[in-house]
């Protein structure tokens, strides 16, 4: 044989052996694809789309991106090359599961993880007796992706120890920073900063619109506001201040600001509109329609609503101006995602997210106006297993705020989170570069892609890969960054009937029924783990929080501030453990509001947890609108409520009027306008009187405590003093909302 023949034939076995190995590869994928499919389908019919949902995009963005079955299971039709939302046929959305299935279900999904990294294992195996390392390791990779310790997967990739796993160095880098600005933003949220209010501080853009605000100031920042909310005006510079030191912590460059600019922050739409229209303003028109803040010289401008949009606030501002960034999606992103990290909520757009058109937004549609990071981190993720990756990185900095997308914003927010942890030079100079672009009118992303791959070690689609990675959790460390308790995990048994009995005191109430979702039921999971392993926090204070010495979380202490959370409970009490709730204002709330959609619900032994402000949106249009209690005539409520059943919020108020100490408060009566106030904070009377026309003193709480017991979203309250007189009972409810005076009025019978 000449030497020529011997190459050729060597050759040729050569590409018979890629071309075998690329069909077994191919048949691989093939198996596994229908492994996924099937617990897809599974779960979808033991009612759980939103999990088979996400098994369905794992199908297709692992294994075949065009398999037929995934497309379809998801609602999906194929038009020409592509895959299309069937609109004729909209994917399903909440889960009806039974309760029961949760345990098997779960279970069914954990023995499929190993099956499926047990099959790429032996696929590593056998492309390393082949020589073929950079298959091998690709293999080694995922049976990590799906089991989250292999000693023959982490030798291979040449692990180290992570957090009590195994990951790589960039992965350390990752674990490492994530860990320091959580602990830097749970130290800080307990700090106490010096704040306090001062006199004769001018502000041109207030004085020339000529409204009424006080000034508050703390060492580094001062805010103007309504002369109503200067204790919230006070607890904001706090955040400021806390939000600072976070910043110092998160950023590698210092912030270099000599003088912070003033910020004035207002409850009323209208007052801000106010100070627009007196200030002229560029783009007036548009401003007053889509924007909820605006710079005037030195000064930030925001109507802010409630006292939780007023804190989010100051602690965006903080951290826009600390990452000096320009471009929109950026300066956007890197705000949210401090505020995520701080609050785990986003209650602010700078600019509003555009209205839905027709007369009902779809659950997405809904979804990505929520202001729980819980849900966007729900949104993120499926983003990041869509085939396409969703909006790509290279976009982003000429992405124009005032007509972000949906999956923009979340993409923002979601890629700022990510690179935050990685490296935040690397944001900066995704900015500076599309600064530099912008001046030369050159808003080409592949340009931009171009020009920072040139000067960069880690490339824009690598950045995009690992961005993928990070909110698939794509790898051990990844997943114990995130700490997610997975949707099938926190399907408890008999959460059915207790979802059934709710429902019933709703309707008993005239309220409407709500759904269920195995999602928000992660975090009523979590609290109540937390509160069967500590039997002695019984109180309403420490049922509404968590404390980290106790095993809790920052982030679990935020969720179950506004959680509805009952211990030694049993289904045949059901009835009169919501009868009792009537009298808990934040509790009767979970029974009246139409708002609440989609619930998330766990029962662990005799501990009930329900998640009802992660699911809210806008109710049908016969149920919209606000209402009261009591609404009905010829009720009888018990005259008097116990301070210590109602928390630390009542205590507070009651100390604030001269009444510490005091054990008990007459009935609290209420208004309910959904998820927030829908008026005038600063402008509600309540006028209580015995049927004799006595007057019954008291006072107004809203929608800012830290305990669900006292208050809700988008409550108000009236506290009477003392226990109420037997007999009659009548009240007058008026408030302000635009330019219209409206009232709500009844009586009831106190026994």
Known sequence: MTYRSFLSTLCALSLVAHATGQNDEADFNQRQAKVLNAFAKKAFDKGFPRQAKIVWLQTIKLYDPDNAEAW??????????????????????????????????????????????????????????????????????????????????????????????????????????????????EEQSKIDYEVKRVEGVECPPLDRAQVKYI?????????????????????????????????????????????????????????????LKANQVPDLEWRLEHTSTCSIGNTHIAHTGGPQVL????????????????????????????????????????????????????????????????????????????????????????????????????????????LMRRDPQLLADFDQIALQMKKERNKQPLEFEKRFDEAHEAKVAQLDKEWEDFWTGASPVLKAIQNNTPPLQAISKGVDKWLEAYNAARKERQATPVTWSANLSARCKEHAEYLKKNKDQRSPAQLHTEVVDLGGSYVGSMFAEMALVETGVNLAGAKKMFEKWISLPGYRDALLNNSILTVGMYLDGDILVINAVSGLGAPKASNAGYTWFPRDTGLILDGEVAVADLGPDVEKLLKKNGREGQKKVGFPITVHFGSGIGADRHSFTCSMTTAKGEKIDGAIMLDDGNARTATAPGVVVFYPFEPLPKGVINFVWSWKAGDKMLQAKGSFQSK
């Open 72 to 185: 379809k299971g998801m609602h999906y039709v194929k038009i020409g090359s592509s895959w299309n939302p069937d609109t004729k046929n909209p994917y399903p959305t909440a889960d009806t599961g039974n309760g029961a299935e949760g345990a098997p279900l779960f279970k069914a999904y954990e023995a499929l993880r190993k099956d499926l990294a047990s099959q790429h294992k032996m696929q590593a195996e056998k492309w390393n007796r082949a020589d073929r390392t950079d298959r091998a390791n690709y293999h080694w990779k995922m049976v990590l992706r799906w089991v989250e310790k292999d000693e023959q997967a982490q030798k291979a990739l040449e692990h180290h120890e992570v957090g009590g796993v195994t990951g790589t160095g960039l992965e350390q880098i990752l674990f490492d920073r994530s860990k320091m600005i959580e602990k830097a933003v």
């Open 311 to 418: 804190f989010d606030n100051e602690v965006r501002n903080v951290s826009r101006a600390c990452s000096h960034f320009g471009s929109d999606a950026l300066v956007e992103g890197i705000g949210h995602t401090f505020v995520g990290m701080i609050f785990n909520n986003n209650r602010l757009f700078a600019v509003d997210l555009k209205k839905q058109e027709g007369t009902t937004a779809s659950e997405e549609d809904r979804e990505y106006t929520s202001p729980d990071f819980d849900i966007w981190k729900n949104l993120s993720l499926e983003m990041a297993w869509k085939s396409t990756g969703g909006v790509p990185a290279r976009e982003l900095p000429f992405c124009d705020a005032a007509a972000f997308t949906n999956e923009q914003r979340i993409k923002a927010w979601s890629f700022c989170d990510y």
């Open 215 to 275: 000034t508050v100031r703390s060492e580094h920042f001062t805010l103007h506001g309504d002369p109503e909310e200067e204790d919230n005006l006070l607890e904001a510079l706090k955040w400021s201040e806390r939000a600072l030191k976070v910043c110092e912590v998160a950023f590698p460059w210092p912030h270099g600001i000599d003088q912070w600019p003033s910020s004035a922050s207002f409850s009323a739409k209208e007052t801000y509109q106010q100070i």
